[in-house]
């Protein structure tokens, strides 16, 4: 052992796995989850996510039945949590691509115990996301012919796909399809493990069916892994699409503070920041829930902080960068909408954003903080509110002064919007624990893939 | 239960079918990726072609020394993709040009730019579409029997098993002597599986 700790490659590349593990025990120590009774602390999670789910539901009931004056939106602020919210959570999603797109592409080994439940927070987020603009109409069950170009006796119309809104209604669509293909694909292995291991008919029906009768044939694999790999390629591109056209719901208009070219890649970078600190909080919880340590090591997490430090500088140089631009573009309109984010009656909102997202990530330049969990999941915590400000000033500061100081206004949430925003918290966290309980979190075939190579590079095989 | 009887779901414990001596083939087990690349290979040299491996993942090269073509998965993705990107223009084009043209802003009724977001989505959602339904297809997928699953240690392969099978269809296929020169490579447990 004392030869490979002063291997100076274990130094860059520290193990992946860790705790001398065998195929069998990653097999084991994965499917385990899923198979004996949860553990107390996830009933009590549980418990309680789902009772806020319960709120959503009771908000959203109420909402379709009264009308969307339930919602502190009025004139001249339009949008606000709604939008914030659904912007918020489709960020969120971004990381989950990231990790198992991108990351998958440059080859970084370390994705591979915290994609799959990454990819599932995708879904859960991309689903709590798609709340908002479908019951923003109002009326939920025509929404379908208001969104996509479904024929009709309602309108006798068709969508002006010359509007970002369409745009996002399809970038939307697409990419909660293609989360859904890339995860359920990289399911399919891992189900037939679950298959194989069952010791109830029933355990054995279920997984037999779901995963379609997976045989792990190299024949099977050689399709397999290309689909992989394709499905990766595109889902790169995807990602930044979509944050992209989110933005331009806001570019392409000529709102002072909206009509911005920076949109597109400032978003995409507060998306994957945001996202990184959700999969952060989930991680560092569901890790110590099951004892993961061994799969989940301190060297993902240190990465992950690494990722958020980065894309917390490239926000925080956006915010100055946009600042330049209004000073610079000598538009009075313009340079009234910055100096009012800061020192209008928002300024609360404004400095606890620049607070969150540009002075918290600053710790994750010492090792020290970037290997310690409790300030990691505090820090995590803070960029996940501080993305949220950074959309409410995006959006409502940019809205309730605009050109006439006669229709000025404030924007103050009602407890729906509260119970709202709060619920849709509930209902990620219960469709995740659900995850986590039923289905294998950590891909374990991928995970034996980086241990075979892990085991080879061990015996001095490359 | 009588309907899932039927579709004779081998891995619920019921797959062997009576009567005929028909087999698969006869499969053995290695420890590691290692042994089994070492079989496949010495397999092949001694002139069998109907192989299959079973292995908990991906392993690198296993298609090279099975002989295996490249998959032709990339041509049926970049078939969808375009199939996606026509779709999107025909539908921007037909629906705001063509079916019911309404002029907004001055602005052309259709025109490539505004057009390129959806045209691009489209594109994405169809290759994946055809990704996976493609490699299903490939796979063929989903498949509920396959006398694989009659091979008694069958769950080994999605665990930590690496198991290799000769079919019976290979034109040099003996029983014994297959069995033998498995067992000769290393196999723990070689067994003729019947089909």
Redesign the interface.
Known sequence: MADIALDPRLELNPPLVTGGQTYADVTEKISAITENPPPKIWWAAFGVSLLLAMVLFACLGYLVTTGIGVWGNNVPVGWAWDITNFVWWIGIGHAGTLISAILFLFRQKWRTSINRAAEAMTLFAVACAAIYPVFHTGRPWRAVYWLFPMPNEYLHLWQNFRSPLMWDVFAISTYGTVSALFWYVGLIPDLATLRDRAKTRIRQMIFGIMSFGWRGSARQWKHYELAYLILAGISTPLVLSVHSIVSFDFATSVLPGWHTTIFPPYFVAGAIFSGFAMVVTLMTLARWMYKLENLITLHHLENMCKVMLATGMIVGFAYGTEFFIAWYSANPFERFAFQNRLFGPYWWAYWTMVSCNVIAPQFFWFKRFRRSIPVMFVLSIFINIGMWFERFVIIVTSLHRDFLPSSWGYFNPTIIDIGTFVGTIGLFMTLFLLFLRFLPAIAISEVKGVLHSQLQSERGGH | MGL?DNLK?P??GNGASGGEQKYYGVIGDFDT?EDLMRAIRTVRTAGFTKL????????HG??EA?G?PR?P??KI?FGCAMLGLTAAVA??WW??AW??P?W?AG?PLFAIE??V??M???S??L???G??I???A??K??????P??NYTR??G????RFLLAIEAKDPRFQSDEVKLLLENLGSRHTELVEA
Do not use: C, R, W
């Open positions: 899932l779901l891995f619920l990726p299959e491996a079973y292995t908990p993942f991906p392993i296993i298609d099975m295996e998959s998965l990339g993705v539908l921007q629906t705001g079916d019911y309404v907004v602005k505004p057009s977001p959806i691009f989505e489209l994405v959602l290759s994946a579409f990704a996976v493609g490699m299903l490939l796979n997928l989903p498949q509920y029997y396959h694989f699953f069958a769950a392969a999605t665990n930590d």
